[in-house]
Nanobody
């Protein structure tokens, strides 16, 4: 059974940090580009960051560049998103996506004082 399971979300104050993790099972994610998306309240789902299958090429949305870092550990079949200097506008449900069409269930990130 194919699964992507996100973890690490929660409530954090503005300026704080969180690290999201995505664990893949039922397939080998090392073969695919992996991405993080997010969907804020009343907003469309948007692409946050992408990492190539080998982990050597990364891309970020302009709104998170310099604050977020995407990485992957192909040996562990996991992808991570380190989020620093969080802002209220980063509040969203964050989803892991494998470029073969698989989505995780999402994890809530709330940035509030």
């Amino acid at each position: 059974q194919v699964q992507l399971v996100e973890s690490g979300g929660g409530l954090v104050q503005p300026g704080g940090s969180l690290r999201l993790s995505c664990a893949a099972s039922g397939f080998t994610c090392s073969s695919y580009v992996m991405s993080w998306y997010r969907q804020g309240p009343g907003k469309e789902r948007e692409l946050v960051a992408t990492v190539s299958s080998g982990g050597d090429i990364v891309n970020y949305a302009g709104s998170v560049k310099g604050r977020f870092t995407i990485s992957r550990d192909n040996a562990k079949n996991t992808v991570a998103l380190q989020m620093n200097s969080l802002k209220a506008e980063d509040t969203a449900v964050y989803y892991c996506y494998a470029a073969v069409g698989y989505w995780g269930q999402g994890t809530q990130v709330t940035v509030s004082s």
